[in-house]
């Protein structure tokens, strides 16, 4: 029995998450001036010290603790950047002193490597962002706090005989209602623009922040997934042409090594025994359509047609309904309207972990029903296959859930497996859910 409906995937409400990123923003910049001063300060003392005392053997030290110093303070902004920024939390990895090393090795560890300059650089020019940036948003709330309450205090303002109000000044008159008007709208307009000026200034200095802190962690990182997916793809282009020749060889080969012999030994009995000949021919006939029907199904393991024409959730549909064992399919129908369909890359790699996995259950697991799910959730595609086998399945070298493993690294995902011994098992794929051109 196979289902298909749609998954729906619950959501918070946007007024609690534009309030949670708001108090975030306004956290992050208020914190970030007391901490940019203490950096400064610290900086600038280590690094004249350091330098008065740089003639004797008390500069060096000072220079590895000043810079030890500030890694503290980086460490403690990269605590908020991932909230504020909206990215990974990424650590850069320092350079360790050699356990042989004496106290000048480990003196002059941080010194050689170049993060803890860019850490020391970070504590002297956070302040250049991080005052501006604190002024702005104190300055914002202010104005907001103090034009939305302004009816309640404007009686116990002192008013002369010569003063003059910002609302006589833009000529809408020198009353209290029109003061009151004019000061309330003005504090309206800046507590609703209040989370955009705090987006800004957290975004400002959470750039400088991420150039200077995580960027060359961030390239480093970036360098390393790609040669993993490199190798990972290799790996899974390797296995598949494995499978691939392995399944010609034995089925499509061994069925055309008979037709050939059939065909030959047709035609030495076409002269001495013509009705044995018709036998054999109608068998080499036979022989064609099996092979035909083989090749097909091994094509359909490649790139399915339908997958190409009608998108991810009619190829899962069509792949179900050719199950072995009873399957339940639950596919996100958006994925595949003109407007929702993904990467053609991503589409194929999809498909190609749920027909690898539901051909393992089909082969080892002895289960007697099998889930599948298909869903995106916001920039990732999530799969999952689960079933009521007997288990033990792992990605060791060796098994079947090796090519998928290096197939979804390719493509940047990750493929995690719930296997007991006893059963069930369960296999979650998550993949960047990038939109294609159709």
């Known amino acids: 029995m196979t289902a298909a409906r749609v998954a729906a995937t619950p959501t918070s409400s946007p007024p609690r998450t534009l309030l949670r990123q708001l108090l975030r923003d306004v956290g992050y910049v208020l914190s970030g001036l007391p901490l940019a001063l203490v950096g400064i300060v610290l900086a600038a003392t280590g690094i004249s010290l350091s330098l008065g005392l740089l003639v004797t053997t008390l500069g060096l030290p000072i220079l590895t603790g000043t810079l030890y110093a500030v890694r503290v303070l980086a460490d403690l902004e990269r605590l908020w950047l991932p909230s504020v920024l909206r990215m990974p939390r990424v650590r850069p990895v320092y350079r360790s002193p050699d356990p042989a090393a004496g106290f000048w090795g480990r003196a002059l560890t941080p010194v050689r490597d170049p993060q803890s300059w860019l850490d020391l650089l970070h504590a002297f020019s956070k302040l250049l962002v991080a005052a501006p940036a604190f002024v702005i948003l104190v300055t914002w709330w202010a104005v907001a706090l103090a034009g939305v309450s302004y009816g309640v205090y404007d009686r116990y303002l002192p008013y002369g005989p010569d003063s003059m109000s910002l609302s006589e000044l833009l000529g809408m008159g020198d009353g209290t209602g029109a003061r009151i008007f004019l000061n309330t709208a003005i504090g309206l307009f800046a507590l609703l623009t209040l989370p955009l000026v705090a987006r800004a200034c957290a975004r400002t200095e959470g750039g400088l922040a991420r150039a200077l802190l995580t960027g060359v962690?961030?390239?480093?990182?970036?360098?390393?997934?790609?040669?993993?997916?490199?190798?990972?793809?290799?790996?899974?282009?390797?296995?598949?042409?494995?499978?691939?020749?392995?399944?010609?060889?034995?089925?499509?080969?061994?069925?055309?090594?008979?037709?050939?012999?059939?065909?030959?030994?047709?035609?030495?009995?076409?002269?001495?025994?013509?009705?044995?000949?018709?036998?054999?021919?109608?068998?080499?006939?036979?022989?064609?359509?099996?092979?035909?029907?083989?090749?097909?199904?091994?094509?359909?393991?490649?790139?399915?047609?339908?997958?190409?024409?009608?998108?991810?959730?009619?190829?899962?549909?069509?792949?179900?309904?050719?199950?072995?064992?009873?399957?339940?399919?639950?596919?996100?129908?958006?994925?595949?309207?003109?407007?929702g369909r993904l990467d053609p890359a991503v589409e194929s790699t999809a498909y190609f972990v749920v027909a690898e996995a539901l051909t393992n259950v089909a082969k080892h697991s002895r289960a007697t029903e099998c889930r599948v799910f298909v869903e995106r959730a916001g920039r990732r595609l999530r799969v999952g296959i689960a079933d009521d086998g007997q288990g033990g399945a792992h990605l060791a070298k060796g098994h079947g859930l090796v090519g998928i493993a290096d197939r979804v690294r390719a493509a940047g995902g990750q493929l995690q497996v719930t296997s007991p011994a006893g059963g069930p098992t369960e296999l979650r794929a998550e993949l960047p859910a990038t939109t294609g051109k159709w």
């Open 217 to 339: 962690a961030e390239l480093r990182n970036r360098i390393t997934t790609l040669e993993e997916q490199k190798r990972a793809f290799a790996s899974a282009e390797a296995h598949a042409l494995r499978k691939l020749e392995r399944d010609i060889h034995d089925g499509p080969q061994q069925r055309l090594v008979r037709l050939a012999m059939d065909l030959s030994r047709a035609r030495e009995q076409l002269t001495n025994n013509p009705v044995a000949a018709g036998h054999t021919l109608d068998e080499a006939v036979d022989q064609t359509r099996e092979t035909l029907t083989e090749l097909r199904a091994l094509s359909r393991g490649i790139a399915p047609p339908i997958l190409v024409d009608r998108g991810l959730p009619s190829a899962l549909a069509a792949l179900a309904g050719r199950g072995l064992i009873p399957i339940e399919l639950q596919v996100d129908a958006g994925l595949g309207e003109p407007g």
